[in-house]
């Protein structure tokens, strides 16, 4: 039972990756695809580390995936917000020249 | 409830209301800066070798390695954080994340891709520093809204859709994060 | 239905063969670079299916992250420079026929050669599996890989060091000249970013080298990630690499070769052949080398991306145009 429900949660993780994809390509400006990265892949990360955590069941191993996941999901947001910024910043200099 | 003292950078150590550190440091009040997070990061050892003994025989110059790279970064004050207020935070803040990325999601696969992208600038009531770091990265993982720049008090966000009522969204988390800080919510607070 | 680990096995393979013909045959040389990063992320998955996770480490960190961050910083150095030169047209038609026609003849009697050796060794065999199995506990630790790396063919690591130790040495000969410009504003969520990272980083990039005793891991793979530590620190302007600190860097280069070099020869003093390490202290040794490397590669590696000796320029070597 609680391998079905881990390997759901690993399936729902690549569909969310997946949609973040779909956004990266559908998505017209930068800007809307870095949502798309930071918040549906962020997500599906999450789901997978989760699944795999009811996978793996022992304590150890579990901690290291909390441990991956929190990082992923503060890098995730920091380097969509370091995109942005720079390329905001870039933006302004060509409309400036 | 019982207050914790928290590092700049999130972490939280016991202690009862203490004053403000100064921000030219003696050394021995950067070492005692250094002790909670040397805990956290020998905690994170342990975890990743099972607490095995002979491990930090390579485990304390690791810590030692972090800690030192910890002084090369400028020095950042102290907060004090509520532990009930942060589990709470934590618990609405995962609810949110995964309603961001479901409407992300959605806006992607539909096939009209309902977007009306814009920037929109957001006067922040939080102090400068960690709670004003932690609101920046929050919102780029709430539903529609991806922080573009910070610069004093001024948060440019960029969102999915502009009409977003941004006011009651994001108000709503700096009132959250005032409360993980435990500072009085929607007042201008110095820094 | 056929196998679904199968259809992915092959998906893979299409998709490694395809990413490097794409990182070989694209244009935009920043494309190039990407594409070889996401080939050097497949490859590395498909070593986890060979049951590889050693490689993988090494291909996905080495391979892939820390290579990828040394070509972006070689096509920045290069665009700042050919800027003020004022490209010359790189003509494709430039080179002979007769060139051409050599390198392919080549190309084909190496992939010939590659063939000839698969098809002709023999299917399904242990291969060296069960040698390394049976010396194990000789060796003094638990991981075959790195039993086989530090211990039953150390020699050949050795040899992957000094590459990277003449890797650094020509760099500091070919570019010298100190970074003047100011550290560039990341700004405050970087800086919380750092504050948290960092350190972290710091602690895995050492427990894989731990590990590496007994599990997937080693001096390669920790070395890297510290690196790239390092990298995060380079490039916040954390730390400017200053004149006075060459000869700590120096003695940093060479303490994994001197180390490894050396403790090879002393236990050859005995009535042993060099590298062969008395058994009760195999572990301890190995250890010390693989500490001692991997602070090497990761100074090594950051000097590499890095890309100059920090020293005042005493001649202007651009060419002015």
């Known amino acids: 039972m609680i391998a079905l429900i881990g390997m759901a949660l690993i399936g729902a993780g690549t569909l969310f990756f997946i949609a973040g994809t779909v956004g990266l390509l559908r998505f017209p400006d930068l800007y809307c695809q870095l949502h798309a990265l930071t918040k549906a892949d962020g997500l599906g990360l999450a789901l997978i580390g989760l699944g795999a955590a009811l996978l793996s069941g022992s304590v150890g191993d579990i901690a290291r995936i909390a441990l991956i996941c929190a990082f992923a999901a503060l890098s995730g947001a920091t380097c969509g917000h370091l995109i942005a910024r720079h390329a905001r910043r870039a933006g302004q200099e060509d409309a400036d020249a | 409830m019982k207050s914790f003292q928290a590092l700049d950078d999130g972490l939280a150590v016991a202690g009862q209301h203490r004053k403000p550190a100064p921000l030219v440091r003696m050394p021995r009040q950067r070492l005692r800066r250094l002790t909670f997070p040397a805990v956290i990061l020998a905690v994170i050892w342990g975890v990743l070798a099972d607490w095995r003994l002979e491990s930090w025989l390579f485990g304390g110059p690791a810590v030692l390695l972090a800690l030192w790279l910890l002084t090369l970064l400028p020095p950042a004050r102290r907060w004090t954080m509520a532990p009930l207020a942060a589990l709470r935070f934590a618990g609405w803040f995962a609810v949110q994340a995964v309603r961001g990325a479901v409407d992300v999601s959605l806006r992607a696969v539909s096939p009209r891709m309902p977007l009306n992208p814009g920037f929109r600038s957001w006067r922040t009531t939080l102090p400068e520093g960690t709670p004003r770091i932690m609101l920046a990265n929050a919102v780029s993982l709430l539903p529609g809204t991806l922080s573009a720049e910070i610069e004093g008090q001024r948060l440019v966000i960029h969102l999915l859709d502009c ?13 959250r994060i005032a409360a993980v800080f435990n500072l009085p919510a929607g007042k201008e607070t110095a820094a | 239905m056929p196998d679904p680990l199968l259809v992915f096995d092959l998906i893979l393979a299409a998709a490694v063969v395809g990413l490097a013909l794409g990182a070989l045959l694209v244009r935009d040389a920043f494309a190039g670079v990407l594409l070889f990063v996401v080939f050097g992320l497949l490859s590395a998955l498909a070593w986890v299916r060979l049951a590889a996770p050693d490689v993988a480490l090494a291909e996905a960190a080495i391979g892939t992250g820390l290579t990828g961050a040394l070509l972006l910083k070689t096509l920045h150095h290069l665009r700042g420079d050919l800027a003020a030169w004022q490209s010359p047209p790189v003509a494709a038609a430039s080179v002979p026929s007769a060139l051409r026609w050599t390198n392919a003849a080549l190309a084909i009697l190496i992939v010939a050669g590659l063939g000839w050796a698969i098809l002709g060794s023999p299917l399904r065999t242990t291969g060296l599996e069960l040698l390394v199995a049976d010396a194990l506990p000789h060796s003094g630790v638990e991981n075959p890989v790195t039993a086989v790396l530090l211990n039953f063919r150390a020699y050949d690591t050795l040899m992957e060091v000094v590459v990277l130790l003449a890797a650094v040495i020509v760099v500091w000969q070919i570019e010298r000249g100190l970074d003047r410009r100011p550290a560039p504003d990341l700004g405050p969520v970087w800086q919380g970013f750092a504050r948290l990272t960092l350190p972290a980083a710091a602690i895995v990039g050492v427990y894989l080298l731990w590990a590496g005793a007994d599990a997937p891991g080693g001096a390669f793979q920790g070395g890297a990630i510290l690196a790239a530590t390092g990298l995060l620190v380079l490039l916040g302007g954390l730390y400017r690499p200053d004149p006075a600190h060459r000869p700590v860097a120096r003695l940093l280069f060479v303490l994994g070769t001197v180390a490894f070099a050396g403790i090879a020869l002393l236990v050859a003093a005995g009535s042993r052949v060099s590298f062969e390490y008395p058994q009760d202290q195999a572990k301890a040794l190995i250890l010390l080398i693989e500490g001692l490397l991997t602070i090497s590669i990761a100074v090594t590696l950051m000097a590499l991306f890095h890309g100059r000796e920090p020293a005042a320029q005493h001649r202007e070597i651009r060419h002015e145009r």
């Not at chain 2, 009409?163 to 009132?175: F, K, Q, V």
């Open chain 2, 163 to 175: 009409h977003t009522d941004l006011a009651a969204e994001i108000g709503r988390l700096e009132a």
